[in-house]
């Protein structure tokens, strides 16, 4: 094995959508990845696109964001460490559902779909474990789904800022006071629910001293405050 290979496969052991797979597996995926790196604000694929490579973020952030027909931006999902976007490139060429850029410099290590096809081609039992993989994905969305459907607007915005905390938690951040960065509009969106709504609970939560709200910013201060809210 390389050892330059090591971070890699140390990284790749963290994707869910790799979550079944060995040790030797996961070295021969690490072996068809290429490093990538993007600046603050690039596009990375726009919407429409043609999809041949997926990518594994190993720091930085970055969204997916999907054009509305009236001219609106909605912003469909935020990616850090450990976070993968782009993954059905590694199965057929489609055309790229939303578009993904970065929120800040972005460290990835990307998979062109190519390469990844060949490689299921040459081991079946990689394939069938990603299958594996991807089917336990898709319940999990089904059920977030069928979850959301039935909460409010306010445990849904609860539900989306713990989430992010989780994430900052992930890269370091501590138990208190907590820096997240996010719009209003990027959490009202994430959350599926108007912004004024969202701004609105998010007052709420200031006033009870759980949040401090910035400029493209939110710091929570009590991270634990936030699951009685959500339900």
Known sequence: MDMREQPVIALLAHVPVFETLGPRELARVAAVT???SFGPGHVIFR???AS????IVGSGHA????????????TLAHF???DIFGELAMFDDELRSATVETLDTLESVAVLGPDMRRLLREHSDIAVKLVISLGRRLRDANERISRQSFQTVQSRVAGVLGQLV?????????DSDVLVTVTQSDVAQLAGSSRESASRFLA???RAGVVTQGRGR????DPTALERYVY
């Open 52 to 55: 041949d490579t997926c990518y």
């Open 218 to 221: 939110v710091t929570v201060h």
């Open 166 to 174: 989780i994430q900052a938690q992930g890269e370091g951040a501590g």
């Open 63 to 74: 969204r997916a964001i999907r054009a509305h027909g009236d001219g609106r931006t909605l």
């Open 34 to 36: 290429v490093p990538r």
């Open 47 to 49: 919407e429409g696109d």
């Open 204 to 206: 709420v939560l200031e």
């Open 80 to 82: 850090g460490p450990g």
